[in-house]
């Protein structure tokens, strides 16, 4: 016990820088699935290309920050891609980012030339042979993207943006082009994607076509995770705050059962099944509540019943 | 001033669900015309009104609004010069958003949006003297989360949004009908206020006979897609339900069928 508590305390700085930048990857689902109301399926392709994008020019020599920023800029356009096809060829929203996705296979493989493309003989900003030192560069680049998205969705921008996720008739009878704010949310939802792509692969050491396999899901696990977090929700910035929040807590949870013996390959079905608890549970809290009202309802004069605290 | 000529409209056109919605219309409104429109289910009001927001597309014909043809613009564009209020009180509102938020963006109605901040302290203050108006107690309110308050709350808070940026015209779609009695009347009487203070043109569309009688300058009837009655001025004055009721059925050759109608 004393023993798999020492090896899971060792493993934590690992789980920690690399959550943080999945927590990146966490702020750019949280602006479709939360602001923007729109199921991405984008994610999974947009990941890698930031990746792919990332590790070549790496490679050519270009500098690292130069490669994250090239990384941003081609999930962005993976975004535009899947925002035109919804709103200029009316493919619907989840078809629409599937679409991406698999076309991006094709591209991604493409840009590697090969399924794997290791990053020998050059540094990136960071890696995971120095996990502290991962942990200060991922936080930087994590607060600064939850800073720059604080204030861009307080802009006038930015409501617009929140407004269409909201209520996409309101919008327009207010003058909203919503068309244009969904491919927008898109851009930047996927350009953190592509950023959060070009750290991992700069964090790895590597470029993998498969990397960005179950991103949408883990990043999904790391959201609701970090929407449990109770002293995270009071305002708008802290809620963004809370994905990265979630996400290191995501890698803690798998460092932890990993260490525990479940097979790495069981993993994506360990996050398959956490996020359709945590996307399911609220679901079936309303029922059983709204159950409970029909029934208090009809035995009005029957003695109230303590509610429950969940 | 409004200017509607040869507007046609129909639904599932080729199908088996083939509606007509709007047969022919020919409407002139104008400046400070406050029309009321009545009419049974499915005689096409609330169509007319989709069709001058932009909702959807007419089959043939023009919407001329003080000199300028909606319908090759679409909704979002046509909103800077409507103002719009809905049956449903959860439409004109965004519920994650706040009421200060939801007044902004009404407040940039037709307006450049950039990067400027989207609610200033100007405008909170302006926001305050605004609600007031509404005697809700919403002005103490103003960073509440808007799916917080009341369907009546709502639709006041929408209201006011539509006014905000003084509108060319005002299109109200049945928008007291999902609010209970005390808070209908409540509404009623702040569009009215509102109408008059600032001198809109507005369009009301209603299932209340009394209330369509009662409000406005201009009674207009709808039945399969057209107008069947226009009346005016003193006329209107002087209409009563029961006269009303039976200068329907004269005009469209049939008992006034609608239960809603009726009771109401």
């Known amino acids: 016990m004393s023993h798999m508590l020492s090896s899971f305390l060792s493993a934590c700085p690992g789980a920690v820088s690399q959550g943080i930048l999945w927590g990146v990857l966490a702020l750019g689902i949280a602006i479709t699935f939360r ?10 392709g947009s990941m890698c290309t930031g990746a792919a994008v990332n590790a070549v020019l790496l490679l050519k020599g270009v500098s690292p920050l130069t490669a994250l920023f090239a990384a941003a800029a081609v999930g962005m356009l993976a975004g535009l891609l899947t925002g035109s096809l919804h709103t200029r060829l009316g493919i619907p929203v989840i078809l629409s980012g599937i679409l991406t996705q698999l076309g991006l296979y094709s591209i991604n493989m493409r840009i590697l030339g090969r399924s794997n493309l290791p990053l020998l003989g050059v540094e990136g900003l960071l890696s995971l042979r120095d996990p502290y030192h991962a942990i200060l560069v991922g936080s930087v680049f994590a607060l600064a993207m939850v800073g720059l998205l604080s204030w861009f969705f307080t802009t ?11 209520n996409a008739g309101m919008a327009r009878a207010q003058g909203i082009n919503t068309d244009s704010a969904i491919v927008l949310g898109l851009m930047i939802s996927n350009g953190l994607v592509g950023l959060a792509g ?50 290191i807590l995501y890698y803690l949870v798998i460092t932890l059962v990993l260490q525990a013996g479940l097979n790495t390959n069981d993993l994506k079905l360990l996050s398959a099944l ?29 003695p109230q019943q303590k509610k429950e605290t969940v | 001033m409004l200017k509607i000529s040869g507007l046609k409209k129909t639904f599932y056109r080729g199908t088996v669900h083939e509606k007509v919605a709007i047969r022919e219309l020919e409407l002139t409104f104008q400046d400070g015309d406050f029309v009321t429109v009545i009419g049974g289910n499915g005689a096409g009001k609330s169509t007319v009104l989709n069709l001058i927001a932009g909702v959807f597309e007419p089959d043939c014909g023009s919407i001329e609004l003080d000199g300028i043809e909606l319908t090759s613009l679409p909704e979002y564009r046509r909103a800077s010069l409507l103002g719009r209020v809905f049956q449903d009180p959860m439409c004109g509102t965004a519920a994650d958003m706040t009421i200060q938020e939801n007044l902004a963006l009404a407040s940039r109605r037709g307006k450049h949006r950039g990067l400027r901040r989207g609610v200033t302290r100007t405008e909170r203050e302006q926001f305050v003297e605004q609600l007031k108006t509404l005697e809700l107690g919403l002005e103490d309110r103003l960073t509440a989360q808007v799916g917080l308050l009341s369907g009546g709350q709502r639709q006041a808070l929408t ?106």
Request: net charge positive.
């Open chain 1, 198 to 247: 070009g750290l991992l692969a700069q964090y790895q050491g590597y470029a993998d076509v498969n990397m960005g396999r179950g991103a949408i899901v883990i990043g999904l696990a790391s959201l609701v995770l970090g929407e449990a977090v109770p002293f995270l929700r009071s305002h708008f910035s802290l809620r963004l705050f809370a994905s990265i929040v979630g996400a």
């Open chain 1, 274 to 302: 956490v996020v359709t608890v945590a996307l399911g549970l609220p679901t079936l809290r309303q029922k059983r509540a709204a159950k409970r009202a029909q029934t208090a309802a009809l035995h009005k004069n029957a």
């Open chain 2, 159 to 264: 209201l006011l949004m539509a006014t905000m940026q003084r509108p060319h015209l005002l299109l109200l779609d049945e928008h007291t009908a999902a609010l209970d009695p005390k808070t209908a009347a409540r509404v009623l009487a702040l569009s009215q206020q509102i109408v008059e203070r600032e001198g809109l043109t507005a369009i009301m569309v209603t299932h209340n006979m009394r209330d369509a009688i009662q409000t406005g300058n201009r009674l207009i009837m709808m039945h399969e897609g057209r107008v069947v009655l226009d009346i005016s001025g003193e006329e209107k004055k002087k209409l009563t339900v029961e006269e009303l009721m039976a200068r329907f059925s004269r005009a469209s050759g049939e008992a006034l069928a609608s239960d809603k109608m009726l009771l109401a």
């Open chain 1, 35 to 44: 602001i923007l109301n729109y199921a991405d399926m984008t994610v999974d």
């Open chain 1, 156 to 166: 006038e921008q930015g409501y617009g943006i929140r407004a269409t996720g909201s």
